[in-house]
Each structure stands twice: as C-alpha cells, then as structure tokens.
T-cell receptor, first 113, second 114 residues
Framework: DAKTTQPTSMDCAEGRAANLPCNHS???????VYWYRQIHSQGPQYIIH???NNETNEMASLIITEDRKSSTLILPHATLRDTAVYYC??????????????FGKGTKLSVKP | NAGVMQNPRHLVRRRGQEARLRCSPM?????VYWYRQLPEEGLKFMVY????????ESGMPKERFSAEFPKEGPSILRIQQVVRGDSAAYFC????????????FGSGTRLTVV
C-alpha cells in the first residue's frame, strides 16, 4: 500500500503556480520522496525527488517540511500540457522490495485556460 | 538515444490465448520493472528483474503470469490463457542501477482480451 496521502484532484489556472501537497507522516529516515506524473494513457514520467533539502530542477521544485512528514511539488508556471495525474511516492533508495516504486491514486491536476 | 521500447503498443487476444509483451530497456540499463494498470486504476508493481534473474515477483499473480529478462534480448512478460480481467495497460520501466532515481518508463502495451 502507498505510504502517502494526496488530494484526489486539483485545478490550476494556466500560467499560475500549481502547488501539489503530499502527506507522508510515517516516512522513515532512509526514505526519499519521489514525484512522478502520468499524462493521459502515457507511461509515468519522473519529475523530481529529495530526502531532506528542497530541490529544484527544470521541471519543478520540491519543498519538504523540516519534520519530513509532508511535502509540496511546485510547478512554477503551469501550462495546459501539465494536466496529468501526479504521484507522490516514498521509497528507500536501495534494497529489496522496499526499493520498488509503489504508486497510490495520485492527484489529478487540471490546468485550465 | 532511444528510451524504453515496448511492443506491441496494442495487442488483442481471444480468451484462452497467450499474450507476450516485450520490453527493451534503455541502453546501459540492466534493471527492468513491470507494472500493470487496470482501467481507471493506479499502477500496480508486478515484477523486478535483472539480467537473467527475477529479483522480486511479489506483485505477480500466482498463475498464468511469468517474466524473464534473458542475457540477450528484451524482457518478456508472458500471460498464458488470458481472461477478460487481464485487459489492462502494461508498463515497463528500466534503470541503470537499483538506487538510481532514473526509472524510465515505456509507453506501455494495451492488452485487450475479447
């Protein structure tokens, strides 16, 4: 079972920042937070991941709270092409079945013009 | 620099037939993962393989399903005696190493059982 809780759906206006929350209150010290997204009918796409510190790449920013019990994925300027299901996953970096990516239900983000 | 290649993209099988789904990982990737996505549901982990070895098959149904990743050639997910409930999208992902965050997913094979 997924170890994360995400809202079922969210809307965002085109050009505005999309902030997607994720709760992972039972996260362990050696578990990373990963974000993937799945655009309709396509394979999942890696976005970003982090352990403790905030992370930024060309796609998004990841803000992790100090206690690591929650995080927020930020798409700074959402476009219509960002409409997708966004998955927040906690995962051990190495080792056995604990290292498998386990997908929950995710958040369906709808970017509207 | 091709990504993860899955074929066929669409596969139609009659009940009782066999389905063979192929996955060629990214160049240099030796870890392969198979996932299944039933209609309107999330992705479910099925199996994790390295070259010639099944590492974790905890998500595989106990009967009719098997997977391999031979020394040469693509990884194969085989479903024998398909039933309507096997209709789903099957995604393959690959990574360079176990700890590498770079799981790259293919575009999937959509299996329809009629």
């Amino acid at each position: 079972d997924a170890k994360t809780t995400q809202p079922t759906s969210m809307d965002c206006a085109e050009g505005r920042a999309a902030n997607l929350p994720c709760n992972h209150s039972t996260i362990s010290g050696n578990e990373y937070v990963y974000w993937y997204r799945q655009i309709h009918s396509q394979g999942p796409q890696y976005i970003i991941h982090g352990l403790k510190n905030n992370e930024t790449n060309e796609m998004a920013s990841l803000i992790i709270t100090e206690d690591r019990k929650s995080s927020t994925l930020i798409l700074p300027h959402a476009t219509l092409r960002d409409t997708a299901v966004y998955y927040c996953i906690v995962r051990v970096e190495h080792g056995g079945s604990q290292g498998n990516l386990i997908f929950g239900k995710g958040t369906k983000l709808s970017v509207k013009p | 620099n091709a990504g993860v290649m899955q074929n066929p993209r669409h596969l139609v099988r009659r009940r009782g037939q066999e389905a063979r789904l192929r996955c060629s990982p990214m160049k240099g990737h030796s870890h392969v993962y198979w996932y299944r996505q039933l209609p309107e549901e999330g992705l479910k982990f099925m199996v994790y393989l390295q070259k010639e070895n099944i590492i974790d098959e905890s998500g595989m149904p106990k009967e009719r399903f098997s997977a391999e990743f031979p020394k040469e050639g693509p990884s194969i997910l085989r479903i024998q005696q398909v039933v309507r409930g096997d209709s789903a999208a099957y995604f393959c992902a690959s990574s360079h190493s176990r700890g590498n965050y770079g799981y790259t997913f293919g575009s999937g094979t959509r299996l329809t059982v009629v």
